[in-house]
């Protein structure tokens, strides 16, 4: 059973999911990029492959993420359950907006995958922001996680207050999530704790 399990076995869940969901994306943009104004799951609604590719990759990688960040991030830390309940309802919103396609503009899907991926930035940017200012982290981890803090708000603030920004969504898209994963990583194996 999972919750027997010495909490090391999953101290590089995160490394492991953040990994094989970078290398995917990385693999969606190079394959099928083909505009910035485009988000990336209305890039992954558009072809059936890329779609089921994206939905495995998705379960696979969010399943490791919420086991390390359940089993290792939150005991390492001493983040107790409002913390667990916070990361388990962004990982419900990641799922979940991975596996809705945005595919029918303004149908019942583009509502319920703009809700669940509304969830799932806040969970982001709130994590972003509890890490900075958390006193479990310290040094590079505080600075980074501060600095990545600033630029997603700087990008939140761009996107939804400068009408010329949204042709660049996909780029910023992609710069906001890796903040948040890049934050994740620096306070789990920079904090000497």
Known sequence: MIINMPIDTFKYFGLY??????????????????????TLSRHIASHKKLYILFAITSVLAQSLFWLFMVFWFAPHFNLGFVFIAIMTLGSIGQLTAALVPDKDIGGV?????????????????????????????????????????????????MLFSIKKARSKVFIYQNVYLAMFYLTVLVAAYTTSK
């Open 17 to 38: 999911s953040i990994v094989i969901f970078s290398v995917v994306t990385a693999y969606i943009v190079i394959r099928w990029h083909s505009d910035n104004a485009l």
């Open 109 to 157: 899907t583009t509502i319920v995958h703009y809700a669940s991926a509304v969830v799932m930035m806040l969970v982001m940017y709130t994590f972003t922001l509890w890490v900075s200012l958390s006193p479990a982290t310290e040094g590079f981890s505080k600075y980074f996680s501060s600095f990545a803090f600033v630029l997603m708000t700087i990008l939140l603030i």
